[in-house]
């Protein structure tokens, strides 16, 4: 039993030199932002103040924040944390506590938010299709631009110990394992874990911690579209703007979802995506492979499958599994030595 059960991803904060060059490339990237008091913040077409947050400085990831579903949750995990309940100070209002995570990441759990009017997002047009004829007598006519974000959908994190970071983050929050994904059999390199909303749907992944060979940082944040035509037609505008793609388009097989990835000016990653799975609590975990992470049902190949002599995902698998296995090994020791 969880302390409370968050209701979803709110927002991601970083900070960044130029707030000027942010702000093009968020709005090339389907965001639309406005400074206050200093910081951009950057929101979607689903109504929420915000879900992107960018302060003047050095390039970082700052904060993952999360929706708690009411004020009365976030005095719950106060009280039991031991900190305060605090005024958000952002577009919106509402409160947040402000805790770190076993790695050091900031975790921000807000609630009490003020809605914004959601704007209506493109309609979602007639298709034909083999079985079905749905679009007769109309024609096909997109509007070249930046795709319409709706809403932030995932963080995936790398964090230094897996098992460590998952029970923190399970136990406060009520996050439910999608998927678990082994390097090797038995050795663990992350998972993708969803909210509990009970009955109520909810994306196949919220929250994606994985240990790579690698310190711990920030691996993305995604971000919905309206629909398939909408992520295309925003790769071709990002493509067009110059930006930096970095892995898609594609369909990635655990969540299901068509992905299209690029990099903020700093390098920091963000994703696009459009039709993932929704599940509900009753949907039970499985174990999938680290070739089944890296792979795609369609799509552009990762970019570490992508040169000439490409590793097989075989091989990055063992090679992962290798790492994480001397790993655990040296902090088993570490730890019996310190007993
Ligand atoms: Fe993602």
Redesign the pocket.
């Known amino acids: 039993m969880s302390l409370i059960r968050i209701e979803d991803i709110a927002h991601v904060r970083f900070a960044a030199p130029d707030l000027a060059q942010m702000r093009a490339f968020l709005e090339d990237f389907g965001l639309v932002s406005s400074d206050v008091d200093g910081r951009l913040y950057a929101r979607g077409t689903d109504g929420r103040p915000f879900v992107h947050v960018t302060e003047k400085g050095s390039p970082a990831f700052l904060a993952l924040g999360l929706r708690a579903r009411n004020i009365a949750d976030l005095e719950t995990l106060a009280a039991v944390e031991g900190v305060e309940v605090e005024d958000l100070g952002a577009p919106g209002g509402g409160k947040v506590v402000r805790l770190l995570d076993p790695d050091g990441f900031l975790v921000e759990v807000v609630a009490g938010q003020a809605q914004l009017e959601a704007a209506a997002p493109p309609p979602e047009p007639p298709r034909n299709s083999v079985s079905r004829h749905e679009r007769l007598r109309k024609l096909v006519r997109l509007t070249a631009g930046p795709a319409h974000v709706h809403r932030i959908g995932?963080c995936?994190l790398n964090v230094s110990d897996f098992r460590k970071s998952e029970a923190w983050y399970k136990a406060r929050f009520g996050f439910l394992t999608s998927d678990e994904i082994e390097a090797a059999p038995d050795v663990t390199l992350g998972a993708f874990m969803r909210c509990d909303r009970g009955d109520r749907p909810a994306d196949h992944h919220t929250l994606?911690l994985a240990q790579l060979p690698q310190t711990p940082c920030f691996l993305?944040a995604?971000f919905e579209v309206a629909n398939f035509d909408d992520l295309l037609l925003g790769h071709q505008y990002l493509k067009a703007r110059k930006r930096t793609a970095a892995w898609g388009v594609g369909r990635h097989i655990m969540g299901s979802q068509i992905?299209d990835y690029w990099k903020d000016p700093w390098g920091h990653e963000l994703?696009h995506?459009t039709d993932g799975d929704l599940l509900t609590a009753d949907d039970p975990p499985n174990k999938m492979t680290m070739q089944d992470l890296l792979a795609v049902q369609w799509g552009t190949p990762n970019p570490m499958f992508e040169g000439k002599v490409a590793p097989s995902p075989g091989l990055v698998a063992f090679v992962a599994a290798l790492n994480l296995r001397i790993r655990r090994l040296f902090r088993r020791n570490l730890k019996v030595k310190s007993a």
């Open positions: 995932h995936v994606f993305h995604a992905f994703e995506w």
